[in-house]
């Protein structure tokens, strides 16, 4: 819509009225007070103008002191038609919309463009940031402003290709006439055409053939309903079928069918090319001109047939769309002398043939059907079913087409009305003209006084009752050249039986590369992408059409089509069936982003069509259906295996969400129970990269089992954390995906560590599937912490105990945090490319140098060649090179992947010394499922009275069976609360000793005066009394040190520290001493609910 232009609209309260002012800040006047007093200037702002993007300033003439006036502190206006809003210049601006000072830009197609896009520029609005951020006023949009956009979204590989064709220039775009609905009308008339529809209509008689034909439409017609909604539902790109469903349904489905199908198509340009030359074979015979024998001689003319199409096609898709017209008008002349022929009178030789133009008696008496040799309305329908497809002969060059979106609905469903018009009206006017048998035998007359039974034949005159007991050559059922015979011109059939069967192998020829090209660009088969490229203009498939050649000439060769065609017309028919499938899925989903502008569809009669093509497969060929299904099956597992790194916003991904959605609101309806617990964990791993092994080990007893979240808390100034935050989201959720952990990705911007960890405690999860476990290491530089730090640590700890959560605290001897490691890996990865970007460009300047005369003629070709180097594997993140491993500490290394090794025998030593609802037996149970951990034997170790050990055991042997839960051995450790070592107790009391305040060594004054400057430290009445629990997490130590110190894993009750009572560091100096110098130990504790039940 274009912009009023009119010199009265100015400050025009009309709100349909668009302004745009640009504005210079400078309070310089002198501008305006240039230039001549009456020049009057129009705004040109129109959303259908996209190639100039000019802003201008409008006023009223006449009224310049007016205009002057609406600008606030004397702002001069810019009368630069060629100011784009992120232009930059020397005085800064800014954009009055609708009157108001804002950066906000009006809605325009350019901005919803992909990058890269072939139909127009990508234009990159503000960000939310932008507009939502203080601006300066000394401050405008800088020129690289619009690159940030751009490189925020990204150009994808297919969208990169296709603007490189675009700078290429020449593209040769088809319309709707020329692209769909003639190449769709050659593919639909085939062979069957001229020499199997009166055999059919024979067969079936006029009244079933028509319900056979219609039958067949409805299939077609279906198809192209569902076809029409998915290509309005957006822009439509090369690829035909495969592009439709593999964006429809995902790239499992594509994948399948886009190989098997160019594969059919392929393969029917053999059978095209075979029927051509079998008719051309015929003639020679006919003219005793047979060069070798039959066969042979159909080996010979298809592969000269198929050289030439190659040819044909090579030559660019605008000589193959003027060869395609020819093949057309021939095919249309053919059709017309058909009909003419009927109202020619017939002559005697014809009559002695079967034809006497047309007859009420022969159209009723051919209105029943006739079926013969075992033939039955489906063994028919199978036969004639394949006249009826090729409907996917315009959106298979979806690619070369102007207006896919209009293109492709309006030409198929012309092209299948126009042509079920033309397969009735010659079925009915053939069946309306010709007797079922003939003799051809001129002498064959009626006698006088002979009955005739009721023949039509014989009430005009001739006697064809022989035909009942030996076989004619004449007539609907036995003579394939009817048409011929009631042409007005013999040969013209036989041009348009050669006009259909070479425009269908070339329109096959055609399809097969270009679907398999799209395919290939996909790179969902990598092996394939050798074919994925393009040449010249029309970025032309010739690789493609070199393979589809070697296919042809293979088949062409074998010569035996008689067991391949059914499966080639199935392999078309599963393509229908998930089209229309495509169809309904999309529809069921209901995705905000399916609005097709195509209207007339219905997601259930989509889903009809998609059965009824299935049960077309088995009625035509049953064996070839499950032939056809197993090999859609098997690629579809091989895709899916693979997982094609593609995001294409299919209606899998839409349906998958409202299932979770559905699932997520059902699980809401049902009350927690005991036997369902499963540990869902909080996971504090920061970014899930930097502690690998604390993941790891959470993962074991997540997987498959339970939910886990690695959380990261960004603190420091909020725009940068938050920025920061933001752009890491999607990366670290993708390496949980590349490392196949099943895990989520959260992260919160906050002041402190506590408060972030707190705001995770309370909104994490969705619904049921909340967590109830907080996993987190062990703080191993506590001693070398600020207070606050600590205090923040320990806070963690008591507000998970508040929120009501299990708490795990893992603690491995090397700790788990390899920042520092990612950190020099990324720099010597960077390192390595800067290497081989300086070796390329020193052999390119060697190159160029070297390069003269004739050489130069091959520069380009053989520059591609030398920069095209392989990416070294010991470049990569994930690995390091050995020669540096000692410069970051190679213990690390190892430790943080010591969970993902397998655990070998051993035993899971299991210290359940309190009673915390069966959190600390459960996750050790659970690591015992694993493959990993199968090995690992459970043993148990609880507390107990000296005198009375076998009892204690049995009892907890007993328990543990009514749990089902397998033991390798139970221990009753009597002597817990014995005092520790003189040795362990003093190294305690080292420990501790920096943060002990020793107010009882000096007088009340000074020692309220150190309370007040330091009320976290260890008072001596605090530390005398938790003397004796002190006592017993050092004599504990000593304790895991005797039993376990060969375990693989030790699972230990975590102490519990009362709020205001424990100071943080004592509380440190217990996790301390409890867990120094053993195997990787978790500390648990649960939250006193049951999560175990002995109950069924």
């Not at 059907?369 to 006249?387: K, T």
């Not at 009625?619 to 790194?645: C, G, M, R």
């Not at 655990?903 to 050790?924: C, N, R, S, T, Y």
């Not at 149970?925 to 000296?946: E, H, N, Q, S």
Request: charged content about 20%; some cysteine.
């Amino acid at each position: 819509m274009s912009m009023n232009n009119s010199p009265n609209v100015f400050l025009d309260s009309s709100p349909t009225r668009f302004q745009v002012n640009v504005i210079n800040e400078s309070h310089d006047n002198t501008i305006r007070s240039q230039g001549d007093p009456d020049l009057q200037h129009y705004e040109e702002t129109s959303f259908a103008d996209e190639s100039h993007n000019r802003l201008r300033i409008s006023y009223r003439p006449g009224n310049r002191d007016r205009y002057d006036n609406f600008f606030q502190n004397g702002d001069a206006a810019k009368t630069d038609g060629s100011l784009h809003p992120y232009d930059t210049h020397s005085n800064t601006y800014y954009l009055k919309t609708f009157g108001h000072n804002t950066m906000d830009v009006v809605p325009k197609i350019d901005f919803y463009r992909n990058a890269g896009s072939i139909s127009g520029v990508k234009m990159n609005r503000p960000s939310l940031m932008d507009i939502h951020e203080q601006l300066a006023k000394n401050i405008v949009v800088t020129s690289g402003s619009a690159d940030k956009f751009t490189s925020a979204h990204g150009a994808t590989g297919e969208d990169a290709e296709n603007k490189e064709e675009q700078i290429k220039g020449g593209f040769v775009k088809f319309g709707w006439v020329k692209g769909v609905l003639v190449r769709c009308m050659l593919n639909i008339w085939g062979v069957m055409l001229f020499i199997r529809l009166s055999w059919i209509v024979g067969q079936a008689g006029i009244g079933l053939g028509i319900i056979l034909i219609c039958l067949s439409v409805v299939v077609t017609t279906l198809t192209g309903i569902s076809m029409s909604a998915i290509c309005t539902n957006g822009v439509v790109r090369g690829g035909g079928a495969y592009y439709l469903i593999s964006r429809s349904l995902g790239p499992e489905f594509g994948g399948s069918i886009g190989l098997i199908f160019a594969f059919a198509n392929a393969v029917a340009v053999a059978m095209y090319v075979v029927g051509f030359a079998e008719t051309v074979v015929e003639l020679l015979k006919s003219s005793n001109a047979i060069m070798v024998d039959e066969s042979n001689d159909i080996r010979i003319i298809g592969a000269i047939t198929v050289v030439i199409l190659l040819g044909i096609s090579v030559a660019g898709m605008e000589w193959e769309a003027k060869a395609q017209v020819i093949l057309l008008i021939i095919l249309l002349i053919a059709i017309v002398n058909f009909f003419i022929g009927t109202v020619i009178p017939s002559n005697n030789e014809k009559r002695a043939r079967g034809f006497f133009n047309y007859q009420g008696s022969i159209f009723a008496e051919n209105f029943g059907p006739g079926f013969r040799d075992g033939e039955g309305f489906f063994s028919v329908f199978a036969i004639f079913f394949p006249a009826a497809t090729g409907i996917l002969a315009g959106a298979n060059i979806s690619g070369d087409l102007e207006d896919p979106q209009g293109a492709i609905p309006k030409g198929t469903m012309l092209a299948i009305l126009i042509t079920t018009i033309a397969y009735l009206g010659v079925g009915i006017c053939v069946a309306a003209c010709v007797v079922r048998d003939a003799t051809g035998n001129l002498n064959d007359t009626v006698v006088s006084g002979m009955n005739c039974n009721g023949s039509s034949a014989c009430a005009l005159g001739y006697d064809f009752s022989s035909c009942r007991t030996e076989p004619c050559g004449y007539g609907l059922m036995n003579n394939f050249q009817v048409m011929s015979m009631v042409s007005g011109f013999g040969p013209l059939i036989t041009a348009g039986i050669f006009s259909a069967t070479l425009s269908s192998a070339l329109a096959s020829l055609v399809s097969a590369p270009k679907v398999f090209q799209a395919l290939c660009k996909d790179n969902i088969y990598k092996a394939l992408h050798f074919f994925a490229k393009g040449v010249g203009k029309n970025n032309e498939p010739i690789r493609g059409y070199i393979l589809t050649f070697f296919i042809a000439m293979a088949f062409i060769l074998i010569a035996e089509l008689n067991t391949i065609a059914p499966i080639i017309s199935n392999f078309f028919l599963a393509s229908y069936a998930l089209i229309n499938f495509s169809c309904f899925h999309a529809s069921y989903a209901k995705s905000p982003g399916w609005r097709p502008a195509f209207k007339y569809y219905n997601m259930w009669v989509s889903l009809f069509g998609a059965v009824l093509c299935c049960g077309v497969m088995f009625v035509i060929n049953w064996w070839a259906a499950l032939i056809t299904y197993a090999i859609e099956l098997f690629l579809y597992i091989y895709v899916t295996y693979k997982k094609p790194e593609v995001n294409w916003g299919s209606s899998a991904q839409a349906l998958c969400y409202i299932d979770a959605i559905d699932s997520a609101l059902k699980l809401t309806t049902v009350d927690d129970h005991v036997k369902n617990f499963r540990p869902q964990c909080i996971v504090l791993t920061g970014g899930p990269m930097t502690r690998p092994a604390l993941l790891d080990i959470t993962h074991s007893f997540t997987k498959n089992n339970g939910l886990c979240i690695c959380c990261e808390v960004y603190t420091g100034p909020r725009k940068m954390c938050v920025t920061e935050m933001n752009s890491g989201m999607a990366t670290k959720q993708a390496w949980l995906t590349k490392n196949k952990r099943k895990a989520f990705y959260a992260a919160v911007a906050a002041d402190s560590f506590r408060d972030g960890v707190r705001s995770l405690l309370q909104a994490s999860g969705l619904g049921r599937m909340r967590p109830n476990t907080l996993v987190l290491g062990f703080k191993k530089d506590w001693r070398d912490a600020t207070a606050v730090e600590v205090e923040n640590y320990m806070g963690i700890i008591h507000d998970a105990f508040d929120f009501e959560f299990g708490v795990i605290i893992a603690r491995i001897s090397q700790g788990f945090d390899i920042s520092q490691v990612l950190q020099v890996q990324e720099e010597l990865k960077k390192l390595e490319q800067e290497r081989q970007a300086l070796e390329a460009t020193i052999k390119d300047s060697e190159f160029e140098e070297a390069n003269c005369g004739i050489r130069g003629f091959f520069r380009r070709a053989t520059k591609f060649n030398i920069t095209k180097a392989a990416p070294r594997k010991d470049s990569s993140i994930n690995t390091i090179s050995s020669k540096h491993v000692g410069e970051f500490n190679q213990r690390l290394l190892e430790a943080s992947t010591q969970f993902k090794r397998k655990q070998g025998k051993g035993a899971i030593d299991v210290w359940w010394l309190f009673d915390d609802g069966g959190l600390i037996l459960l996750i050790p149970y659970i690591l015992t499922l694993r493959k990993k951990w199968k090995d690992c034997k459970l043993r148990i170790f609880t507390g107990g009275k000296v005198t009375r050990l076998e009892e204690e055991k049995l009892m907890m042997a007993s328990l543990l069976s009514k749990f089902r839960i397998k033991f390798a051995d139970i221990n009753i450790i009597g002597d817990i609360n014995m005092k520790p070592n003189k040795e362990s107790w003093k190294f305690f009391e080292e420990m501790i000793e920096p943060y002990r305040l020793h107010e009882s060594c000096k007088d009340l004054t000074n020692a309220e005066k150190l309370k007040r400057e330091a009320p976290w430290k260890i008072t001596d009445a605090e530390l005398e009394a938790f003397k004796e629990k002190s006592y017993r997490q050092v004599h504990l130590n000593e304790l895991l040190q005797e039993h376990s110190r060969a375990a693989n894993l030790i699972v230990l009750s975590l102490p519990v520290a009362r709020k205001g009572i424990v100071s943080d560091h004592l509380y440190m100096a217990w996790l301390e001493i409890l867990s120094k110098n053993l195997p990787p130990v978790l500390l648990v504790r649960g939250n006193h609910k049951n999560v175990l039940t002995f109950y069924s």
